[in-house]
């Protein structure tokens, strides 16, 4: 006879079955949600129960797959992650560290795990670190640091460049800091090359200029050269006369014919005029070639092959030698005043890329003068340009009666590639280029003042010696 | 098709008409005698299949008066058997809610990893304030049965709804689409 009421069981037998169902659950205590239970039960209580169980066990199982999986493509971003990341403890213990990371510094993750992270940071740096993760911790862990350039230390003991950021969560094992690294070495690299391909390119834009500064005083020589030329004919006939006087006087038979014919002669020519403007056609002539040579010398100054470690220069050479290459940038708006002081010590510099400097901030001068001038006029504005020193220091400045830096650009001239010029007449680089030669190259510093409408000063302070 | 439905719908046959029909119905369905449905078990869906052919036939009910009576018995137990989830839910559209996620609660615990997946998800819903839409599908059709269990949870908890099946697997369609909308909570 078909019943549907389930054999009760015996409390033995209940025993049974629930021990069998804790002992599924403490597989789960060991992290084994795969088995399931299957009690063989007719009670139908025990069945809900092993129901609930399973359920609970399953819904386990695939929470702990779920993160599991999501760990899993965590990790494989942060492996393959180009950034270096690794975060640390609040010891400052390095806790993960990924391939691009480790290869940065030259290890493998296992070597940098639990060790401290000062082994990543030169001498100097890691002196103060401890204080600053003080700092960083007595804030809440929301606060993080934007990426900055900082120096980091390769396996090799070699410094470089890094940009870091980084950033801190609670969690339960305490504050962890997560470090963000970007190898800068290649990127100043090619800052560097950058630089120096646009001085190059500048020597080519202001070759124009040059070719016209240059032809003028050869013009003047050949017309100089002509007019001593034609003197010179004339001055042959006199000679001549002379020639055949003294040869008379050497027969000792002068005779008043060859008299009348010299005088004659001599009349006849404006040896007088010849003899008054020779020397100052003659001076002209070696002034207009001094004029050239000294622009030659300035060319080949201004484009001085990149040298990577800095020498001894002056700076006041460098504003006469930049000033004298881009003189057709500035002639037509503006008059170049030069307040150099004599006493300039000659600081550790590199020349090129500093001359590139200096010509930004003149082209720029002139730019902003331009922009002010009335179309076709003859007036000018003025570029001064001076030096002074401090104890540790030589300072710039290039001031210009330009249009001025309005308020609402002025913490943006310096970014790469901002401009307000037109196409083919600024592409934005040419103070981010003075930043990075001033500040990165030489440890110096640049900013500027300025009042619209007025004009703009910047200015330039570069230390005597450079750190090494 | 888990246990417990056909463990019920063979205790309601008792109840209704004695042990001797429960035989008689397994019988005619084909199955063992000694069969005894457990609820966390998984059974091949034709057998349920038979044995509700054949319940309904030997009882000579039609399909709706059928479903009518087994969603009363049903809800009866599940009442007794599971006042938690009932508990849990403030109203008859909490409730029904919740009905997919007890649904795949069976489904996971049933220990037969191979049925799981079989089981799950023949109910989907989409719901809106005061309105629900529910897609099931399913070889057994018991769309009726949902649309009565519905009527019977809106009962229990005092509330009024209306009930319409906008496309059915009996009219051709690929799936049932039972919409569900609430003109009174007695709560919330
Ligand atoms: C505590 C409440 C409930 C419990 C414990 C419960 C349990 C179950 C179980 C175990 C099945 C068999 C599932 C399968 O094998 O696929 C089932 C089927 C079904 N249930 Fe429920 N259910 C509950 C509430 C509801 C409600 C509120 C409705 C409808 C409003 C509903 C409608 C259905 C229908 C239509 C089926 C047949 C599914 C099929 O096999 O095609 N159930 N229920
Ligand atoms: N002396 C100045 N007076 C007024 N504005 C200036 C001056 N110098 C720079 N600026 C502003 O700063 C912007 C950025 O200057 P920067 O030299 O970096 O680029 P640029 O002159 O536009 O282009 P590039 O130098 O690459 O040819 C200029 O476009 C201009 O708006
Ligand atoms: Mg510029």
Known sequence: M???????????????????????????????????????????DMQKLTMMVNFVLESA??????????????????????????????????????????????????????????????????????????RLLAQPATVSVPAREVTARHQ??????????????????????????????????????????????????????????INTPTQFIGDNLRFLHEGFQELQAIMAACGRLVEAIDKGAVQAEQLRDFAATWRGSEADYWRREFPSAIQQSLEGNERVASIVRAMKEFSHPGVDTPVLAS??????????????????????????????????????????????????????????????????????????????SVELRVSDSGCGIPPEIRDRVFDPFFTTKEVGKGTGQGLAIARNVVVDKHGGSISFESEVGRGTTFVVRLPLKQRQ | MVGLIPNLLLKLIESAAGPETVAAVLRQAGIPLERRYGLNRVYPDEEWQRLYAAARDLLGLDEDRAEAMFAEFFVQDALARFPRWFQMCRNSYEMLCLQPKIHNAFATGCSAAAARRVLNDKFRTVSEPHRLIVEYRSPNRLCGLYVKLARCIATHYG????????????????????EVAWRRLLHG
């Open chain 1, 2 to 44: 078909a019943s549907t009421h389930a054999p009760r069981c015996d409390s033995a037998d209940l025993r049974r079955q629930i021990n069998e169902l804790a002992d599924y659950l403490c597989g789960a205590v060991q992290g084994n949600f795969d088995l399931l239970a299957v009690v063989d039960t007719e009670d139908e």
């Open chain 1, 61 to 134: 199982r695939r929470a702990v797959c779920e993160l599991q999986q999501r760990e899993a493509c965590l990790r494989s971003v942060l492996e393959t992650a180009a950034e270096g990341i690794l975060t640390a403890n609040s010891d400052g213990i390095i806790q993960t560290c990924n391939r691009a990371a480790a290869a940065m510094f030259g290890y493998e993750p296992e070597e940098v795990l639990d060790r401290p992270i000062e082994m990543l940071m030169p001498d100097a740096v890691a002196l103060t670190h401890r204080m600053q993760v003080e």
């Open chain 1, 156 to 213: 090799s003991g070699r410094l470089f460049p890094i940009s870091l950021a980084v950033s801190q969560a609670e969690t339960r094992q305490g504050r962890m800091f997560t470090a963000i690294m970007r190898d800068l070495t290649e990127e100043k690299r090619m800052q560097c090359e950058l630089a120096q391909a646009q001085r190059l390119e500048s020597v080519g834009q202001l070759a124009a200029g040059i070719a016209h500064e």
């Open chain 1, 315 to 392: 700076l006041n050479d460098a504003v006469r030698t930049t000033v004298t290459v881009s003189r057709n940038e500035w002639k037509y708006v503006a008059e170049v005043e030069l307040h150099l002081d004599p006493e300039l010590p000659e600081i550790e510099c590199l020349p090129g890329p500093l001359n590139q400097v200096i010509l930004n901030l003149v082209i720029n001068a002139a730019h902003a003068i331009e922009k002010v001038l009335p179309r076709a006029s003859a007036e000018k504005g003025t570029i001064h340009i001076s030096t002074s020193s401090g104890p540790d």
């Open chain 2, 159 to 178: 509330d009024e709804v209306d009930l319409a099946e906008r496309e059915c697997v009996k009219w051709g369609a690929n799936r049932c689409l039972i």
